[in-house]
Nanobody, 123 residues
Framework: QLVESGGGSVQAGGSLRLSCAASGRSFSASVMGWFRQAPGKEREFVAAITWSGGFTYYANSVKGRFTISRDNVKNTVYLQMNSLKSEDTAVYYC??????????????????WGQGTQVTVSS
């Protein structure tokens, strides 16, 4: 089970940190990802991180502004979002790939999903 938190409303240029708490034994071996879905648009990849945290992968649209990290003791993955723009407004979802063959951006690679948390950026 994945539970996101930390969403909210912020002005453009501001920051938010999302958290995703995972339950179950597979967390430390999983690739964890963040995705988002804006109104009227398809769900898209944002960032992913390997089980060790040693490799991260970002969508071009967030590179340099967002940072994904994880704490395998707390079974939690984070998404630090800085320099937020109005186009970052979306529902953000945490996802888990329990048997990864690599760090992937494709939605179908992920097995488990959270319920989502709303991020609204006003200009």
């Amino acid at each position: 089970q994945l539970v996101e938190s930390g969403g909210g409303s912020v002005q453009a240029g501001g920051s938010l940190r999302l958290s995703c708490a995972a339950s179950g034994r597979s967390f430390s071996a999983s690739v964890m990802g963040w995705f988002r879905q804006a109104p009227g648009k398809e769900r898209e990849f944002v960032a992913a991180i390997t089980w060790s945290g040693g490799f991260t992968y970002y969508a071009n649209s967030v590179k340099g502004r967002f940072t994904i990290s994880r704490d395998n003791v707390k079974n939690t993955v984070y998404l630090q979002m800085n320099s937020l723009k109005s186009e970052d407004t979306a529902v953000y979802y945490c996802a888990q790939n329990r048997m990864p063959t690599g760090v992937r951006a494709a939605i179908h690679e992920y097995d488990d999903w959270g319920q989502g948390t709303q991020v609204t950026v006003s200009s």
